[in-house]
């Protein structure tokens, strides 16, 4: 029993730092630059939540549709080297690619054929273009950066499960004061 005990107040413990970690993000987060995350978030209120403003769902939607976006993008760069519709891009197609590309986009170009050519066969195949697409997806938000999106659910004053715009600002002027 008091082996229990010590493992919920353990694990107790470990979740209170994690919120405190997305509460600090958070907090910097405001803090850097206070107008613009006040604009980027309630251009995310007033897109992904309703007239009762954000909730958790439309933060993960959020979420969401900007790692498919970044997933999107890498896919159509690959798809527009693959130049005879084949779904394989090589290295021939990719030579011919960075000669019409600046020196800038062919090393770009290089780099991400070499890191989705994951078994190194000099092509990129349809398995190798999905997870390429998933790592880009996690890159163009990143676990850090979600979390701060999920911790904005925290700065609902009224307890109604949405933040509304004025919560936001009312969080932000107190961050920014150092309240």
Known sequence: MVRLAAVLVMLVLGLAQVALAEESALDKAMRKNPDRFSERAI????GFGGPDGLR???IEEHIALERAGARASALRRFLA???DGDGVVGKAELAVCQRAA????RGRMERQFAAADSNADGQVDAAELNAAGQVAGQLGLDEAEAGVLRALITLDANGDGALQANELLAAVARVSDGS
């Open 81 to 83: 080297m693959d130049l």
């Open 43 to 46: 251009d995310l209120i007033a």
């Open 102 to 105: 600046n020196a800038k986009t």
């Open 56 to 58: 958790a769902e439309g």
